[in-house]
Nanobody, 124 residues
Framework: QVQLKESGGGWVQPGGSLRLSCTASARTFSTYDLGWFRQAPGEGREFVAAITFSGSTTAYDEAVKGRFTISRHNANNTAYLQMNMLKPEDTAVYFC?????????????????WGQGTQVTVSS
């Protein structure tokens, strides 16, 4: 069992930046691919970005490509999502999750551990 906790959310004006963190409770964190997802009010959960267990490969949704950067530091059991040039449509609860091991990284149903989420609000 791995527990995940997100932090770093908050309110920011359009064009601003935030860095989200995802901290895991177990060293096995380093053996899992990791994804960030978000859910806006009244919307379904959507894929944002993912990174393989080693950090060698990353993937992004087209809506955030060029603005968001995913990274991880396995020695600290922590992953990050650097979000720049934020837009009002980025407003959502952001979740980190660990992938079950096979299948596409953008598919949320394949993730086995989830955090509770952190709210990001982008408005003027």
């Amino acid at each position: 069992q791995v527990q995940l906790k997100e932090s770093g959310g908050g309110w920011v004006q359009p064009g601003g930046s935030l860095r989200l963190s995802c901290t895991a409770s177990a060293r096995t964190f380093s053996t899992y691919d990791l994804g960030w997802f978000r859910q806006a009010p009244g919307e379904g959960r959507e894929f944002v970005a993912a990174i393989t267990f080693s950090g060698s490969t990353t993937a992004y949704d087209e809506a955030v490509k060029g603005r968001f950067t995913i990274s991880r530091h396995n020695a600290n059991n922590t992953a990050y999502l650097q979000m720049n040039m934020l837009k009002p449509e980025d407003t959502a609860v952001y979740f980190c999750a660990l992938h079950g091991g096979s299948g596409p990284l953008h598919r949320g149903s394949l993730y086995v551990y989830w955090g509770q989420g952190t709210q990001v609000t982008v408005s003027s």
